[in-house]
């Protein structure tokens, strides 16, 4: 599609959304199934709901300009969601999960953010005045799914984290101890540098 003018933007734009969100209704569900914390959990049910509402918004909007209901490919979204996935993957701390979770999550909202208030204003600037409120509707609600997961991370979820983390790592400090006894200097330098290579405060040299 030739972008000779601005509606012609706004229209390969709001497509592009309509893929995305498309894409995280399929992968929400995912993200609740593997959040530990159920406020997190009912937090990404919560706005699976709200992400079908921005579907239907956006058909509506699409409808209105005598457009087929159909999606452009938004590399965006599918390069957050692949990375997400990969994090899902990985063997996590539930907390620290969680923590991540919340991260790739606000990766999502601050981009739908972003595009959300770009067409808004190309709706306004075009006089589609009836889409222009629908896509402010959107907008506000990423921004307040955006704060819920902001006041998630930072009352709880990041400090469960943290503290698994410390956890961790006290766990592999006392099995240093256990394996002590009387070390000359020379003997101790060496064991705090291994301590130290275990707790992963240390990067291993390059090859």
């Known amino acids: 599609m030739a972008l000779n003018t601005l509606q012609d933007l706004y229209v390969d734009e709001i497509k592009d959304l309509y893929h995305a969100e498309k894409q995280l209704i399929k992968a929400l569900p995912k993200m609740a199934e593997k959040a530990s914390a159920p406020e997190l959990r009912n937090a990404f049910e919560e706005h699976l709901e709200v992400t079908r509402d921005h579907v239907t918004r956006l058909e509506e909007i ?68 009836t889409a222009a409120d629908l896509l402010q509707q959107t907008l506000d609600e990423e921004k307040q799914a955006d704060q819920k997961l902001t006041e998630l991370a930072e009352s709880f979820i990041n400090n469960n984290a943290e503290n698994g983390s410390a956890t961790a790592m006290r766990s592999g400090g006392a099995g240093q101890e256990m394996l002590g006894g009387d070390m000359d200097e020379d003997e101790e330098d060496v064991e705090v540098e291994e301590t130290y290579i275990l707790s992963g405060t240390v990067e291993e040299p390059p090859e």
């Open 62 to 129: 699409l409808r209105g300009l005598g457009l087929p209901v159909k999606g452009k490919t938004c590399k965006g979204i599918a390069g957050i969601i692949s990375e997400n996935k990969a994090l899902m993957g990985e063997e996590a701390e539930p907390s620290v999960l969680d923590a991540g979770l919340i991260a790739g999550a606000q990766r999502a909202e601050h981009y739908e953010m972003a595009a959300y208030g770009a067409v808004r204003t190309y709706a306004e600037t075009l006089g589609f005045s």
